[in-house]
């Protein structure tokens, strides 16, 4: 019987394309260890059989399936069972796939609203919108007006269990005397989510802001005020009660918000005198 081929970590590495630093790394976890080690130099040699494991490691890691899972495959030589843990996986990746998709699509609509904010700027006219009825996560706080913000997180958090993507709108009811006097000052903050992921709340949390026909208008808010001087004059030329007044943040605000210099469009819920 011919003495069997020995093969060094070079060798493998060039017939394989797995590279040297990363088989030393699947002998250190257990993965493939050497079939032999040279007492006399301590240098490692694989075996002929070695290489079909260390191409069933590289077809699973591209089905990206974890080196855990890899060991486990390794360790069961039983067909079946491998079928059983890649379906296991199998349901794994189209749940990450899931996500994935998500997140793509937050980006996208990120996007649109940056898009949208931009275009915002140039729209200095009141117009008449009709704005169906909305249910929002509402935030408040009788006591102190700057933790409105902070309990709405707090709700979000606690009272949805989809939170984590990015397509939201913040806005708010606005105290209508002191909008006169050119002070954006909010009542209550609310948060608006698409209506599958509202259904999971609380409905005690929630609230419906009215539907009907609204004078919309872009306000910049700098430091809690805005100009709702050409809103308020209309409202009085079209003999208007500014009874009922909500802003909704246009497009998502990160650093904007932050630095006090953000748009939304008040929007006066049309009640004639």
């Known amino acids: 019987m011919g003495v069997l081929k020995r093969y060094t970590v070079g060798d493998v590495s060039r017939i394989t394309g797995v590279s040297k630093d990363m088989l030393r790394f699947y002998d250190k976890i257990g993965l493939v260890k050497p079939a032999y080690t040279d007492p006399l130099n301590n240098y490692r040699y694989y075996d002929y059989g070695q290489f079909w494991l260390i191409d069933i490691i590289q077809l699973c890691r591209g089905l990206d399936v974890p080196l855990k899972e890899i060991g486990l ?10 079928l059983e843990l890649l379906m296991k996986h199998r349901e794994e990746a189209i749940n990450r796939s899931r996500y994935f998709k998500r997140v793509a699509e937050d980006i996208d609509w990120y996007a649109g609203q940056r898009n949208q904010m931009r275009a915002a700027y140039d729209d200095q006219n009141v117009t008449i919108r009709h704005v169906p009825a909305r249910q929002v996560l509402l935030g408040k706080d009788d006591e102190d007006t700057h933790l409105y913000h902070l309990k709405l997180q707090k709700l979000c958090r606690s009272t949805l269990k989809t939170t984590d993507s990015l397509c939201r709108h913040y806005g708010f009811v ?14 209550a903050e609310y948060l ?31 430091n809690d005020t805005a100009d709702f001087a050409p809103l308020l004059q209309w409202c ?7 009874s009922y007044v909500i802003a909704d943040e246009i497009g998502l605000h990160l650093f904007d918000y932050l630095d006090q210099n953000y748009l939304c469009e008040a929007k006066v819920l049309l009640k004639h005198k």
């Open 174 to 187: 606005l105290d209508v005397d002191r909008m006169r006097q050119n002070s954006f000052i909010k009542q």
């Open 236 to 242: 009085e030329k079209e003999k208007v009660a500014a």
């Open 73 to 82: 495959i390794l360790q069961c030589k039983d067909d079946d069972k491998v």
């Open 192 to 222: 608006c989510f698409d209506e599958d992921i509202l259904k999971e709340a609380d409905p005690s949390h929630l609230t419906t802001l009215p539907g009907g026909d609204y004078a919309c208008f872009v306000v910049n808010v700098i």
